[in-house]
């Protein structure tokens, strides 16, 4: 079945420190891309669509200087969190159309800044 | 704007029992609803994925029902085991741009 991968799992990080996590899919050419943020027993909250070859777009209240998004292949996308804060700690998750309609997941990272 | 709800928020079984999990929209107007598996600290695993002309699917223990009109779906979980404690997510896809908006889930709990 489809697979999308990230990397790293888990990360802590200083403050002021950027932080750039990959998504890749890994059996399968994805040129959308979808990164979400889910806080702890809260759900998934939707960050912003990666296109392949062109700028992402960001959901309302995303700061798109903040959360870096770039997608350079069919199967790649990475965000980058510039200048982590504490309030910047939370599980991100990416999600790649695959077969048959359905969304894969990643397993997602988790971000934890001092 | 689109709200997704899901009851209950949390949700304790013995073994065995036989049990609904709950979805609500308040846009009918949807592509599809999807209900996905989260385990704790990992990523989702898509379950079922009802297209928005359809009115249920089945997959082994798992039957989900959309019924569109109402807002509603319901996941309905059978001979329910222990492995299947997780939280439950639904999702809804608004059209074909492929996001996702996501209800609070229900975790549950099968006690053996």
């Known amino acids: 079945g489809a697979v999308v991968s990230q990397h790293p799992s888990w990360v802590i990080c200083k403050s002021g420190t950027s932080v750039k996590i990959e998504c890749r899919s890994l059996d399968f050419q994805a040129t959308t891309m979808f990164w979400y943020r889910q806080f702890p027993k809260q759900s998934l909250m939707l960050m912003a669509t990666s296109n392949e070859g062109s700028k992402a777009t960001y959901e309302q209240g995303v700061e798109k200087d903040k959360f870096l998004i770039n997608h350079a292949s069919l199967t790649l996308s990475t965000l980058t969190v510039t200048s982590a804060h504490p309030e910047d700690s939370s599980f991100y998750i990416c999600?790649?159309?695959?077969?048959?309609?359905?969304?894969?997941f990643g397993p997602g990272t988790r971000l934890l800044v001092l | 704007k689109q709200e997704v709800t899901q009851i209950p928020a949390a949700l304790s079984v013995p073994e065995g029992e036989n049990l609904v999990l709950n979805c609500s929209f308040t846009?009918?107007?949807?592509?599809?609803l999807q209900w996905f598996r989260q385990d704790p600290g990992k990523g989702l695993t898509s379950l079922l994925l009802?297209?928005?002309?359809?009115r249920e699917q089945t997959s082994g223990r798992l039957n989900a029902s959309l019924d569109k009109s109402s807002g509603r779906s319901t996941l309905y979980i059978a001979a329910s085991q222990p492995g299947d404690s997780a939280t439950y997510l639904c999702?809804?896809?608004?059209?074909?741009?492929?996001?996702?908006?996501f209800g609070s889930g229900t975790r549950l709990l099968v006690r053996p």
């Open positions: 846009d009918s107007a949807i592509y599809n």
């Open positions: 999702a809804v896809e608004e059209d074909s741009s492929y996001k996702l908006i």
């Open positions: 009802i297209q928005s002309s359809q």
């Open positions: 999600s790649a159309r695959g077969p048959q309609e359905t969304q894969y």
